[in-house]
């Protein structure tokens, strides 16, 4: 149960908003197992009774912050930070690979990811739209 707890934790403290560099963010899952294995052990030290909803395990670990591991913090941060790129980049993918999407997907027929799967299929797009689809985990 405690395991469950914990894993369940880590999924709900990936889920926030500043933006790191790197060539590709971690999905939700990747997130949330790299939070439960540094993090666990200090989630189930000092907030064995948090309920996770509502920002209660965030706010328990954060009034606990100078007790926590040091990879706990830092391994939290990369999660947050990789996570929120992730967010960002699904939202700007559109903007950012619209004249792409015009060049090599023309005709394409809109919904069901038809796009997507062009511009994926489509060695020739740019290399921001590349960019950005790698960090929106649509590569």
Request: with cysteine; aromatic share 4%; net charge positive.
């Amino acid at each position: 149960m405690k395991l469950i707890k914990i894993a369940l934790a880590a999924a709900l403290l990936t889920i926030g908003g500043s933006v790191a560099a790197s060539a590709q963010t971690m999905s939700y899952a990747q997130a949330g197992a790299l939070i439960a294995s540094s993090c666990g052990k200090d989630i189930e030290r000092l907030c064995p009774n948090v309920n996770l909803g509502g920002g209660a395990l965030v706010a328990c670990l954060a009034q606990s912050r100078a007790k926590l591991n040091p990879k706990c913090v830092t391994d939290y941060q990369a999660a947050f930070e990789s996570v929120s790129k992730r967010a960002a980049a699904q939202t700007a993918v559109l903007n950012v690979c619209q004249a792409d999407a015009r060049q090599y997907c023309n005709g394409i027929a809109a919904g069901k990811g038809h796009f997507l799967g062009c511009l994926k299929s489509t060695r020739l797009i740019s290399a921001t739209c590349k960019q950005a689809l790698t960090d929106a985990g649509w590569n």
